[in-house]
């Protein structure tokens, strides 16, 4: 099936606008505990849990990283498992690429820290 160029350059965008999306999510979820507004420690502390839950039921895939990949039309690879994206910024980064295990385990600290820490300045607010 002929795939016309609008058709790819379409594709191409959203799966960008799907990317910077995520970006700005893993960002959030990262540093929601640090914004000064009591509503950010609130979203925070309710949507990384969330976050954590749908890898849980979602294969260990990120939503975001199903549908970049279903609109750039790449099959899904078991790289593309909890962790991918945060692994492609680091690398984007530092030029170093972490361990799939190694970001795993640092995720896991951070957000349930990250949780702890905003669930502490809601209770102190």
């Known amino acids: 099936m002929d795939?016309?160029?609008?058709?790819?350059?379409?594709?191409?965008?959203?799966?960008?606008?799907?990317?910077?999306?995520?970006?700005?999510?893993?960002?959030?979820?990262?540093?929601?505990?640090a914004l000064p507004w009591p509503v950010s420690w609130w979203i925070h502390a309710i949507l990384?849990?969330?976050?954590?839950?749908?890898?849980?039921?979602?294969?260990?895939?990120?939503?975001?990283?199903?549908?970049?990949?279903?609109?750039l039309q790449n099959e899904h690879v078991e790289e593309h498992e909890e962790g991918w994206f945060v692994k492609e910024v680091a690398e984007a980064l530092t030029g170093w690429r972490p361990p799939t295990q190694l970001t795993r385990n640092v995720m896991f600290v951070w957000m349930w820290s990250t949780t702890i820490i905003s669930i502490i300045r809601i209770a102190g607010n």
Do not use: Y
């Open 3 to 33: 795939t016309s160029l609008g058709e790819i350059m379409w594709r191409w965008f959203a799966a960008k606008c799907v990317r910077l999306s995520h970006l700005l999510v893993m960002l959030f979820l990262m540093l929601g505990w």
């Open 48 to 71: 990384t849990p969330l976050t954590r839950l749908h890898w849980r039921f979602n294969d260990r895939t990120c939503i975001f990283t199903t549908w970049e990949q279903k609109l």
